[in-house]
């Protein structure tokens, strides 16, 4: 079976590992990896359990997150309710969060699915078509056949543009602000925005900062609005001394419930994986680990079953053990980013231990959604964690609150 892979960055790197180990080598087109991302980079304890076979995560530079500073949505005041810091432990070696560069991730894992057996080829694949019982990958430079084809190119997708459907903006966020270069941090800063939906964080790099803001693609704010608005937030922070700020921009599927539940991901031949398929959690826009296990998943079904019976078994994972997650994380993510929840958590944060360890659970991939509710209320902190579950889900979400919960 010939395979195709269109996209080197995680997920197309994780299948294509897989793979070759399973002596099934595939194709790699991508003309750009590997290259830095806008995202914070964190790598959260499942998801390096995925690739501890395959990086040496202790040989990458890297930062490991300390603690959690959580902002509230308007600046402190006399009175008011100030920051949040919350310990992070737990994970490899005590961290619950290690953050590496992109480009130096996204090499080490890419180096090593070549090294497996799998071929790179550098070239910009153009169109994706079927031709007869196979595909045609057609790049700048030529056309090449396959028998399957995985679709782990982001949210631009060309995989999914030409054999299912693109995202529609109300299934996308915009996420825009800058590396701030010459500074660095042990800790992540996450910021529940007033001017619109959405969240900003600074996550610490090696050797620099990532900090931007996440807003829903439908809301229709400008990248140069959003930039704005961290350049103001770096500069209270005063990041903005000694610096160098490079602005980025960058789409992240961000789908409803019921788009979680529904969307294509695969189809006679081909699959779609990581953010080609949408698999980012809506809540925290959080990506990559989806991205390796969903690669792994795929290259595990090929590896076992011809390209069209491996498309349905990977679907299936994706309904039952997936999906349900994300659906759930979209169900929350209005209401855990508006201002009076997050002026509530930053208060409960700072009250209540019991609580704090739940957050940190959460945010680290340790706690899904599914049992939160139940979680919550078995912290017996019952004021505030029947006024958190209130605000997470108010009466329009009544109908819901089990499978939440």
């Given at each position: 079976?010939?395979?195709?892979?269109?996209?080197?960055?995680?997920?197309?790197?994780?299948?294509?590992?897989?793979?070759?180990?399973?002596?099934?080598?595939?194709?790699?087109?991508?003309?750009?990896?590997?290259?830095?991302?806008?995202?914070?980079?964190?790598?959260?304890?499942?998801?390096l359990a995925l690739v501890a076979d395959a990086v040496d995560i202790r040989s990458l530079p890297s930062v490991v997150v300390r603690s959690a500073t959580i902002e509230p949505p308007v600046p402190a005041r006399h009175g008011a309710v100030h920051a949040a810091d919350v310990p992070l432990t737990?994970?490899?070696?005590?961290?619950?969060?290690?953050?590496?560069?992109?480009?130096?991730?996204?090499?080490?894992?890419?180096?090593?699915?070549?090294?497996a057996g799998a071929r790179l080829l550098t070239e910009k694949v153009v169109d994706v078509c079927r031709r007869g019982s196979r595909f045609i990958v057609k790049t700048d430079r030529g056309e090449h056949a396959a028998d399957c084809v995985?679709?782990?190119?982001?949210?631009?997708s060309i995989v999914r543009k030409k054999l299912a459907r693109p995202f529609s903006r109300g299934q996308l966020s915009v996420a825009a602000g800058y590396f701030v270069r010459g500074a660095t941090s042990s800790a992540i800063v996450i910021k529940s925005m007033r001017e619109q939906p959405g969240y900003l964080w600074?996550?610490?790099?090696?050797?620099?900062?990532?900090?931007?803001?996440?807003?829903?693609?439908?809301?229709?704010?400008?990248?140069?609005?959003?930039?704005?608005?961290?350049?103001?937030?770096?500069?209270?922070?005063?990041?903005?001394?000694?610096?160098?700020?490079?602005?980025?921009?960058?789409?992240?599927?961000?789908?409803?419930?019921r788009d979680a539940m529904h969307m294509a991901v695969e189809g006679p031949g081909w699959m779609l994986v990581g953010d080609a398929a949408g698999l980012v959690d809506p809540l925290t826009r959080e990506g990559i680990y989806y991205a390796l296990l969903s690669a792994q998943w795929a290259a595990d079904a090929l590896a076992t079953a011809s390209a069209e019976r491996a498309a349905s078994l990977y679907a299936s994972r994706v309904d039952h053990e997936i999906r349900p997650e994300i659906a759930r994380a979209a169900r929350l993510s209005g209401p855990f980013f508006s201002p009076a929840f997050s002026s509530l958590l930053v208060r409960t944060l700072q009250e209540s231990g019991a609580i704090r360890e739940v957050f940190v659970d959460l945010v680290t991939g340790v706690q899904p959604y599914?049992?939160?509710?139940?979680?919550?209320?078995?912290?017996?902190?019952?004021a505030l964690a029947a006024r958190s579950i209130r605000l997470l889900l108010p009466p329009r979400f009544g109908s819901t609150m089990n499978n939440v919960g």
């Open positions: 079976m010939t395979i195709a892979i269109i996209g080197a960055g995680p997920a197309g790197a994780m299948a294509a590992l897989r793979l070759a180990r399973a002596g099934a080598p595939a194709t790699l087109f991508d003309p750009s990896h590997p290259r830095e991302k806008p995202c914070g980079g964190g790598l959260t304890g499942r998801a737990g994970g490899d070696e005590g961290a619950a969060l290690v953050i590496v560069s992109r480009m130096v991730f996204d090499r080490a894992l890419l180096d090593a699915a070549v090294a995985i679709g782990a190119d982001g949210p631009n600074s996550f610490p790099r090696p050797d620099h900062l990532a900090v931007g803001i996440c807003t829903p693609a439908a809301e229709r704010v400008s990248s140069a609005l959003l930039r704005t608005q961290s350049h103001y937030w770096i500069r209270q922070h005063g990041f903005d001394r000694g610096t160098t700020l490079t602005p980025y921009a960058w789409p992240i599927p961000s789908v409803g419930d599914r049992g939160l509710r139940r979680r919550l209320l078995a912290t017996r902190e019952w």
